[in-house]
């Protein structure tokens, strides 16, 4: 028997091994397209990195802040298109430049929240307001087609995705950030945003990453940046509901999981999909995907 570490080496050993596209694995040709809402490059590699490092990926993306636009267009590859546009309910809202980048929102900062934990408040003070209007990504003709949407935009996802109804019935995965504590005011947080994607045909997959943070005064090695307690936000993955399948067309099922291969190594989620492809198709893939898995099967238990 393993010990838990060993096991945790084990599988992820194997996982090291193994090819980084599933359309390699498969033989198969499957192009992905790519919706990225906030795209701004401030958090470094992008989640789906290697898809675009696996070709046979297209990305539209949107980022209202002129400067990070440059930033992407000066990075992009053949394949990435980016808009100076914000995304939202197609209306006019300001939009609210922080002092950190990364909080700035359409929202506005709730000061007594951002209070309780260190460096918080000084980050989300607001230093520029900016009327935009906004669009409807259901009213973007770039973006129809998409099969993987990540969005971060500080707390106005949800009202993306209440405007985006056309586009989520086609898409197949959903990164988005999510929040547990309303770091804007009347902001949705974690269980709205799941309600309605439910709604919508999804169930939620995983947390990567859950961000945790320590009230003040505590601070671990002076660090702002690092927690153990309090749970405030995630980046969570939504997909298409995998215990209704009959929902989806083959050729959704097959590129949900590419991108549950390529981004998350969601194998048990792909094998599953891959099966039920095979079903309709018979093209194998299923039994190919399941020779690629079989030291997964059956790892030896924790002792």
Known sequence: MMTGEQESAYIAAVKASFPTSLRVVLDASCDIKIVDIGANPIDGPTPYAALLANGQTQVVGFEPNLDALAELNKRKGPSETYLPLAVGDGAKHILR??????????????????????SFKEW??????????????????????????????????LMVFENAVQRLSHSVVIHTEVEFLSMYKGQPLFSDVEKFLRTQGYVLH?????????LSPILLSNDPYTGHSQLFWADAIFIRDFTRLELLSSDQLLRMAVILYDCYQSHDIVLHLLREHDKRTQQGYGEKFFNLVRPLVNVPGVG
């Open 97 to 118: 430049h922080c002092r950190l980048p990364g909080m700035t929102s359409l929202l506005e900062p709730n000061p007594e929240v951002l209070s309780l934990f260190a």
């Open 124 to 157: 989300g003070q607001v230093i520029l307001t900016q009327e935009v209007q906004t669009v409807r990504l259901d009213d973007v003709v770039e973006t129809a087609g998409l099969d993987l949407l990540k969005i971060d935009i500080q707390g106005a996802e």
């Open 206 to 214: 995983k947390f990567a990453p859950l961000v945790t943070r320590d």
